[in-house]
């Protein structure tokens, strides 16, 4: 695996690195990702969304004549790989790293990245990642906070319901997820759920669980799973015959989840993400996906968007600001960017998206059901 992930980051880089005085010239960029292993389809789509960026940056010249040089590393499945690999990629001294979609990847490496003093730029929900006060940290995905506001908001007012049950995985976007929405509900809305069930990320049975949610009398059902144990929770709530609203968290929309549930399965759930671009009906975004799928003959999701938009912004800071980590750094704490799904501007906690999207299935065509938004504090 070693040498395969060298071999392919070799061929990523993109500054010349048979001529050795223009390499030292570059911008280094460093990838971590998931690219082995149960979550490598979304660290692909991580992965293609950067490299289109890097591409289209560089074939207009770099930033300021300087071409982005990228190096990159498999953070495999589990934190001590994703450490592994980081120290790895800093020692070619980049000015910037983009890191892994998975919460307890990022929780390990934030440290190190924090003693290096390189900007980190990553994409989990997991609440607890911009909690840890790493100033070099920025979340280029909808924090818990806003995720949880979103889909509470959209249950209690559009949907009129109220008594809500959570199931949720039981590791730390799981349980991050159920504490926001419980706040969420008794400040906001002086309610409480009237279950809370967990499950492991391992089980394939959670039909005790889903028991214990019907006979709780709920009315609507959150569901927050990781992309690898989601669609057997989908799976079994319908062979329960749960007859209510159920929204899911955004791991139900990647494409090896969505092959593991038929229309059935999927028709009628609602899901929170902070966007699909598939069929986001902003005509920027849909010449996007076409430029995405003509390089990379795959329709992008949104993890894909969004390491696109932190590469675009880091680019856009080092041409204003200047490229050493700390102009990077205080340049993503100020400038704000006008991303494909709104603005990205960072609030105090260094969380980039402020805006998400709940959608409903129809078979297994999502359909846009409104775009809600969350005032940053900056």
């Given at each position: 695996m070693?040498?395969?992930?060298?071999?392919?980051?070799?061929?990523?880089?993109?500054?010349?690195?048979?001529?050795?005085?223009?390499?030292?010239?570059?911008?280094?960029?460093?990838?971590?990702m998931p690219l082995s292993g149960p979550f490598a389809v979304v660290g692909a789509s991580q992965q293609q969304g950067a490299m289109l960026a890097v591409e289209e940056i560089n074939a207009k010249g770099g930033i300021k004549g300087r071409k982005i040089e990228v190096t990159v590393e498999d953070s495999g499945?589990?934190?001590?790989?994703?450490?592994?690999?980081?120290?790895?990629?800093?020692?070619?001294?980049?000015?910037?790293?983009?890191?892994?979609?998975?919460?307890?990847?990022?929780?390990?490496?934030?440290?190190?990245?924090?003693?290096?003093?390189?900007?980190?730029?990553?994409?989990?929900?997991?609440?607890?990642?911009?909690?840890?006060?790493?100033?070099?940290?920025?979340?280029?995905?909808?924090?818990?906070?806003?995720?949880r506001a979103v889909t509470v908001k959209y249950t209690v007012d559009k949907l009129q319901k109220k008594k809500i049950a959570l199931l949720h995985v039981n590791d730390e976007y799981g349980i991050g997820g159920r504490d926001a929405t419980i706040n969420i509900l008794k400040s906001e809305y002086n309610l409480a759920p009237v279950a809370v069930e967990t499950y492991a990320s391992t089980d394939r049975d959670v039909s005790a669980q889903i028991s214990k949610v019907k006979s709780s009398g709920a009315d609507v059902l959150h569901v927050q799973g990781n992309s690898g144990d989601i669609a057997a929770v989908i799976k079994q709530l319908r062979q329960q015959k749960f007859e209510h609203p159920i929204i899911a968290s955004v791991g139900l929309t990647t494409p090896a989840t969505m092959a593991l549930l038929d229309q059935g399965e999927t028709d009628g759930v609602y899901v929170e993400s902070a966007g699909m671009p598939t069929v986001d009906p902003n005509p920027t975004v849909k010449e996007w996906v076409k430029a995405?799928?003509?390089?990379?003959?795959?329709?992008?999701?949104?993890?894909?968007?969004?390491?696109?938009?932190?590469?675009?912004?880091?680019?856009?800071?080092?041409?204003?600001?200047?490229?050493?980590?700390?102009?990077?750094?205080?340049?993503?704490?100020?400038?704000?960017?006008?991303?494909?799904?709104?603005?990205?501007?960072?609030?105090?906690?260094?969380?980039?998206?402020?805006?998400?999207?709940?959608?409903?299935?129809?078979?297994?065509?999502?359909?846009?059901?409104?775009?809600?938004?969350?005032?940053?504090?900056?």
């Amino acid at each position: 695996m070693r040498k395969t992930v060298l071999k392919f980051a070799a061929m990523l880089v993109v500054a010349g690195a048979a001529l050795p005085a223009l390499a030292q010239q570059s911008h280094k960029f460093a990838f971590v990702m998931p690219l082995s292993g149960p979550f490598a389809v979304v660290g692909a789509s991580q992965q293609q969304g950067a490299m289109l960026a890097v591409e289209e940056i560089n074939a207009k010249g770099g930033i300021k004549g300087r071409k982005i040089e990228v190096t990159v590393e498999d953070s495999g499945p589990a934190p001590t790989t994703a450490v592994t690999a980081l120290r790895r990629v800093m020692g070619g001294n980049p000015v910037a790293v983009f890191g892994p979609f998975l919460g307890t990847q990022v929780l390990a490496m934030s440290p190190e990245t924090q003693k290096a003093n390189v900007p980190f730029l990553v994409l989990p929900g997991t609440l607890k990642v911009t909690q840890l006060g790493n100033p070099w940290l920025f979340r280029f995905q909808v924090t818990d906070m806003v995720s949880r506001a979103v889909t509470v908001k959209y249950t209690v007012d559009k949907l009129q319901k109220k008594k809500i049950a959570l199931l949720h995985v039981n590791d730390e976007y799981g349980i991050g997820g159920r504490d926001a929405t419980i706040n969420i509900l008794k400040s906001e809305y002086n309610l409480a759920p009237v279950a809370v069930e967990t499950y492991a990320s391992t089980d394939r049975d959670v039909s005790a669980q889903i028991s214990k949610v019907k006979s709780s009398g709920a009315d609507v059902l959150h569901v927050q799973g990781n992309s690898g144990d989601i669609a057997a929770v989908i799976k079994q709530l319908r062979q329960q015959k749960f007859e209510h609203p159920i929204i899911a968290s955004v791991g139900l929309t990647t494409p090896a989840t969505m092959a593991l549930l038929d229309q059935g399965e999927t028709d009628g759930v609602y899901v929170e993400s902070a966007g699909m671009p598939t069929v986001d009906p902003n005509p920027t975004v849909k010449e996007w996906v076409k430029a995405y799928e003509a390089r990379w003959k795959r329709s992008p999701d949104v993890f894909a968007v969004q390491n696109y938009e932190a590469i675009k912004m880091v680019a856009q800071v080092i041409e204003s600001k200047g490229a050493d980590r700390e102009a990077i750094r205080k340049g993503l704490r100020e400038v704000r960017y006008p991303g494909l799904l709104g603005e990205v501007v960072a609030d105090q906690e260094g969380n980039m998206y402020h805006t998400s999207r709940i959608y409903r299935f129809e078979g297994k065509t999502p359909k846009l059901m409104e775009a809600i938004s969350v005032k940053p504090k900056l």
